[in-house]
């Protein structure tokens, strides 16, 4: 496992660049369509206009109207794997955000941190790998403690329980994939819908990414439990390849999505969806 180390260290800055360079061209088509002429909003002398919505009422009615009127109905499975997974993983990014904040900050000041490789808690190794593997292993007992003291405990539990839920949730969603399910309607929508049946379709994209977030849980979990010595360079690995990947396929989402909360929260404020 210690052979992914000269990889990853190659390896990161290359995918880190691209991930850039993807990002950049997303947001540079963003900021190009913005200034294009808006097209006219919701007619401002409306008579017997509907109130607004409020910000929040409009950001929950975003998130939870489509799948309670429509996908829990339609396709129970793939809704309730997308919902266990997303509990599993905001938590466990937001644990990778803070352990990346928190070790930048030891890096920033020229403190030492853990060598991961040695198991030496106090090291001036700031390869790529070491980092990395610190961050994505902040599950294991050596990178928790440094990070998190004595919340370390507390922090390995909370992050067990949502990897627990991630790895549900992703084989439910793996299923669905597997199955050509996505898409699908297996259940009756309402009455107008009664007895309509789509039997889905298969997306090999789908597919290969929900398999990349398979195997990157499994490897969490294996790292966790010590189970295979330095496979938390094959996590690093798999991570990375998943930043990768994100300006390049739907899991651009993970960052963009409180940007088009935003734009569908207005739209919806303003009653332009009935
Ligand atoms: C408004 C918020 C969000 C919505 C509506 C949303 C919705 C979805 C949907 C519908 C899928 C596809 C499931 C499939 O058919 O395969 C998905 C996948 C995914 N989402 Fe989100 N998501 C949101 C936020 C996030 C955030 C904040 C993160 C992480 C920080 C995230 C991470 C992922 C990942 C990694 C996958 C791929 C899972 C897989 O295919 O195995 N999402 N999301």
């Not at 963003?30 to 409020?54: E, Q, W």
């Not at 669905?176 to 994209?205: C, E, N, P, Y």
Request: aromatic content about 12%; glycine content about 8%; hydrophobic content about 55%.
């Amino acid at each position: 496992m210690h052979a992914f180390i000269p990889f990853l260290d190659v390896y990161t800055p290359i995918a880190l660049l691209i991930t850039i360079a993807g990002f950049a061209h997303k947001v540079g088509m963003h900021v190009v369509r913005l200034s294009r002429p808006p097209t006219p909003g919701l007619a401002i002398n409306l008579l017997d206009a509907p109130p607004k919505l409020g910000w929040l009422a409009a950001a929950w009615d975003v998130l939870s109207f489509p799948v309670t009127r429509f996908n829990v109905r339609a396709n129970p499975v793939l809704v309730w794997g997308v919902v266990f997974y997303h509990m599993g993983i905001i938590t466990i990014i937001t644990g990778y955000a803070l352990s990346t904040l928190l070790v930048c900050g030891y890096l920033a000041f020229g403190l030492p941190i853990p060598d991961v490789s040695t198991g030496i808690p106090v090291s001036y190794n700031i390869s790529y790998s070491n980092v990395f593997a610190i961050i994505f292993g902040n599950g294991e007992p050596l990178q928790s403690m440094f990070l998190f003291g004595p919340l370390a405990g507390a922090f390995r539990l909370v992050t067990w329980l949502a990897v627990l839920s991630a790895l549900f949730g992703n084989s439910l969603i793996l299923i669905t994939h597997i199955l050509g399910r996505g898409g699908a309607i297996v259940g009756d929508i309402d009455k107008a819908a009664k007895k309509i049946r789509i039997k889905g379709m298969f997306t090999a994209s789908h597919l290969v990414i929900t398999l990349v977030v398979y195997t990157i849980i499994w490897t969490e979990i294996l790292s966790r439990i010590d189970a295979v010595h330095g496979i938390v360079y094959l996590h690093s690995v798999i991570g990375v390849t998943l930043i990768l990947m994100m300006p390049y396929t739907y899991l651009f989402h993970m960052m963009y999505f409180p940007v088009s909360i935003f734009y569908a929260a207005r739209r919806r404020r303003e009653r332009c969806i009935a």
